[in-house]
């Protein structure tokens, strides 16, 4: 009983495999919201939430800007913080996308002194994971592709203020294909 336990658990992982084998992602774009620490504020313990002043995005190789976004938080360990963020974007041609993502960051060794410090990390140097599940939405006729596109977000830079100036937070964005 317990040999064929192991061989349908192994079949259940080899499908995995194979089907994770069959993900295809272009790179359509990038997001980058500013922060200030100023405009944060705790909810609880280890909840919060920010206002994100402005920032960048670009899509389909059009450009565009942030106009605001707002943060919702969690700390929910040393090692695991996720959050939503949605913003109101502008682009270049002045229409108009929502743009909404749920990120997990896995801090690294050094992340939190990283952080208090004002130091620019990515993957491999302090965050170990950072991934987001990105919507795009719009009524523009340009950009209405988005609207039934599957997006996945790779953390690329998180850089904390420091000195004045704005933090960033920078994802590539990928389009999920067949």
Partial sequence: MKIIKYIIILMFFSMGIALADDVNM????????????????????????????????????????????????????????????????????????????????????????????????GPNNGIVYWYSNIKLSTAAEKYLWVNDALFIGKGVHLTPPKDGVLGTAGYDIYRVVN
């Fill in 26 to 121: 272009n790179k359509v774009g990038y997001v980058e919201p500013s922060w200030d620490p100023s405009y944060l504020f705790m909810t609880g313990a280890s909840t919060g939430s920010n206002y994100h002043q402005t920032g960048k995005i670009s899509i389909g190789g059009d450009q565009g800007t942030l106009k605001f976004c707002y943060e919702k938080f969690a700390v929910n360990s040393p090692t695991n913080i996720s959050s939503k963020v949605s913003c109101h974007a502008e682009m270049e041609d002045n229409s108009k996308l929502l743009v909404e993502y749920w990120f997990k960051l896995t801090p690294g060794e050094g992340f939190w002194d990283n952080l208090a410090g004002g130091v620019k990390m």
